[in-house]
């Protein structure tokens, strides 16, 4: 399966739980990827709907696609 990601774009989401996960990437233009620790994003996600509710639309985005 093959995504194109725009800027703004969560990558790796998949991982949140807790199981290995095979995905790579490639990229096409000169990128910056942020890291995240996955206990502190899931506390920025415990504190902030909005942040989550991004998260969660981007998770059905991608399931929608498949």
Do not use: P, W, Y
């Amino acid at each position: 399966m093959l995504f194109v990601c725009g800027t703004g774009a969560m990558l790796n989401e998949v991982i949140l739980d807790g199981k290995a996960a095979s995905v790579e990437c490639e990229l096409l233009v000169d990128t910056l990827v942020a890291h995240v620790q996955k206990d502190i994003f899931l506390n920025v996600c415990g504190d902030d709907f909005m942040f989550a509710r991004a998260v969660m639309d981007s998770m059905s985005l991608k399931v929608r696609r498949l």
